[in-house]
């Protein structure tokens, strides 16, 4: 059971990138999803998260009105859509399946590799 989350790259500040999250071995569509991210030095931080419908999100002060989180249970695929990006984003992003919500808050479970977005010049 993993989760992998593609997508990430090299990006000039303004820019925009796409990031995805599939799964294996378990049914992504039944789950909320959350999204973290980690920069050299920091901890690890929880971003957005989405309910296992989509019937809720919740966004991060950090990147509420940059970053747009959805998802297609169709495909059992979750995104994160990143505009705006500024050096303060460069980190490695992370999505998680969430074993409970707290104050919109996601609580992970099931961890997946990350994907590194770079912003710079």
């Known amino acids: 059971v993993q989760l992998q989350a593609s997508g990430g790259g090299l990006v000039q500040p303004g820019g925009s990138l796409r990031l995805s999250c599939a799964a294996s071995?378990?049914?992504?569509?039944?789950?909320?999803i959350g999204w973290f991210r980690q920069a050299p030095g920091k901890e690890r931080e929880g971003i957005s998260s989405i309910g296992s419908s989509g019937d809720w999100t919740y966004y991060a002060d950090s990147v509420k009105g940059r970053f747009t989180i959805s998802r297609d249970n169709a495909n059992k695929v979750g995104y994160l859509e990143l505009n705006s990006l500024n050096s303060g984003d460069t980190a490695v992003y992370y999505c998680?399946?969430?074993?409970?919500?707290?104050?919109?808050?996601?609580?992970?479970?099931?961890w997946g590799q990350g994907t590194q977005v770079t912003v710079s010049s």
């Open positions: 998680a399946t969430c074993r409970a919500r707290v104050a919109g808050r996601c609580l992970p479970d099931v």
């Open positions: 071995g378990l049914r992504l569509d039944y789950y909320a």
